[in-house]
């Protein structure tokens, strides 16, 4: 019963940091082993709310379905499932301009993914620099940093799928469109529409206020370089994502991985600050992504749902995957992997082979992750040793 409380209190500070904010060095204790698989905080749970955000997602694939294009309502849906998360982050106290920053950040990067995906170097380059951001972004609101999260992640994804730059324009503004209905759908059933005229009025002055907050603390990153004493708490944790990033989308990309993009996907999102909390992270994502992998894949190898069945699955999944967001790690991560594999086999592609891609890829993901953060605490006790 202690260690349940003592568990208990340790998540509930993970999510008032997720909340509030904290520096990515923060000094705070570390949660206890295993907190992200195990703890089920069902006080969290928003069943009835998130209803909302997944009638986006059937109106996407239910009109690509009916124009006879299900992969451009499969990508549609992906944005808008990916930004209706928005909706459960702030920025300056709205919920809607996490939403429009979103769905704006994946419609760029989507499209730099793909065209930087026709040269591996590039997209290494752009990977890491990415990731280094990323990891700056940790000091500013959590839904800013939530908003740089995602557009990684369609930077990544979108890699895989080098197209010309026309092509990639038309994925892009599918991205968009699918955000787009995300947040006017969301903005109306929530009531929200007169914040969402507000932040629409302001989005582009906060653009401009947010690069210069950036560009401010790269500057302070460069000035670290040159006085160690006085870097800023999110640099060290800044250049891990980088490494991380840079190495793992080279990975993927020099051995050819079939949908190795899971890799360096895997690896920014298990990555944190502390080695606790990335092996929490890791364990947690592994294990929730290989069951709902193999439950995914056993529901088609045996059971061949036709095309409603298979999106009143993707419906059910979507949902749960929104309600469980912040009661469990790995329950979370389960609903997100069957969401995705039977998205992909609704558009007909081999659901059951990209599961098992996927599970593979988000163990040398979380493998990875967790080396380079063993590497650096070597190195940091090494130079220690040295210095004594």
């Known amino acids: 019963m202690l260690y349940y409380r003592l568990s208990r209190c340790a998540l509930l500070r993970l999510q008032k940091e997720r909340r509030h904010g904290m520096s990515a060095e923060s000094t705070a204790p570390a949660a206890p082993f295993l907190t992200d698989s195990y703890i089920l905080d069902w006080k969290s749970q928003s ?14 694939l239910g009109l690509g379905m009916w124009l006879a294009h ?10 808008a499932f990916t930004v209706g998360f928005g909706a459960k ?20 990067t989507t499209f730099i993914g793909m065209v930087a995906g026709h040269i591996s170097f590039i997209l290494v380059l752009i990977a890491a620099g990415a990731g280094f951001i990323y990891g700056m972004l940790s000091m500013r609101q959590p839904g800013v940093s939530w908003v740089g999260q995602q557009s990684i992640v ?26 787009a209905l995300q947040i006017l759908t969301s903005s109306i059933l929530l009531q929200l529409l007169q914040q969402l005229r507000t932040d629409l009025l302001s989005v582009a ?57 899971w890799i ?23 294990v929730g992504t290989l069951t709902g992998a193999v439950l995914a894949s056993f529901f088609l190898a045996h059971l061949a749902p036709s095309p409603p069945t298979l999106l009143a699955l993707i419906l059910v999944f ?71």
């Open 205 to 261: 002055r906060y653009l401009r206020a947010e690069h210069q907050a950036l560009r401010s603390s790269v500057e302070q990153a460069a000035q670290s370089l040159i006085k160690p004493r006085a870097a800023p708490s999110a640099v060290p944790y800044a250049l891990r994502l980088a490494i991380t990033l840079g190495v793992s989308t080279e990975i993927y990309r020099h051995f050819g991985f079939a949908n190795g993009y």
């Open 154 to 179: 369609f930077l990544v994804v979108a890699s895989a799928f080098p197209f010309s730059p026309r092509a990639a324009a038309v994925r892009s503004a599918l991205v968009m469109a699918g955000g």
């Open 89 to 108: 982050q702030h920025i300056d106290e709205s919920r809607v301009l996490p939403m429009i920053l979103a769905s704006l950040g994946i419609g760029a």
């Open 264 to 286: 360096p996907m895997t690896a920014l999102l298990v990555l944190r600050p502390g080695l606790s909390d990335t092996a929490n992270r890791a364990i947690a994502r592994t």
């Open 318 to 388: 979507a949902w749960l995957t929104y309600s469980l967001n912040n009661v469990n790690y790995g329950l979370f991560t389960l609903c997100l992997t069957a969401y995705i594999v039977f998205l992909l086999a609704f558009a007909s592609l081999p659901g059951k082979v990209v599961a098992y891609h996927r599970a593979i890829s988000t163990l040398i993901g979380g493998a990875l992750a967790l080396t380079v953060r063993l590497v650096v605490i070597r190195y940091r006790q090494k130079h220690v040793i040295e210095e004594v």
């Open 70 to 79: 299900p992969g451009a309502g499969l990508i549609a849906a992906g944005g």
């Open 47 to 60: 069943f009835r709310a998130d209803l909302i955000f997944v009638l986006p997602v059937a109106i996407c």
